[in-house]
Nanobody, 120 residues
């Protein structure tokens, strides 16, 4: 079965950086669009960043453009999210997602999430 395992979350101060990783198994990784979503307390899950399986093209939510970078390493079945200049409003549980097709529609495969807390 498909498994997505996130790691790299933690407690940091505003302005710091973190790199999240998501290791995938049980799927042909190179044929899946991969992405990151987040959910803050009391809020709905929202899209953060995505990367195409075919072109490697990347796309971001406006709130993280210029600060976050998504990348993938197909040889390791892993997708990363480099987060720089973190803000308290970035505090959330971050989820890895995998889908054949558009990430933001339907139901992708989900990881269990990793907590990111940014203190002011």
């Amino acid at each position: 079965q498909v498994q997505l395992v996130e790691s790299g979350g933690g407690l940091v101060q505003a302005g710091d950086s973190l790199r999240l990783s998501c290791a995938a198994s049980g799927l042909t990784f190179s044929t899946y669009n991969m992405g990151w979503f987040r959910q803050a307390p009391g809020k709905e899950r929202e899209f953060v960043a995505g990367i195409s399986w075919s072109s490697g093209g990347t796309y971001y939510a406006d709130s993280v453009k210029g600060r976050f970078t998504i990348s993938r390493e197909n040889a390791k079945n892993t997708v990363y999210l480099q987060m720089n200049s973190l803000k308290p409003e970035d505090t959330a549980v971050y989820y890895c997602a995998a889908k054949r097709g558009i990430l933001t529609t339907g139901s992708p495969y989900w990881g269990q999430g990793t907590q990111v807390t940014v203190s002011s």
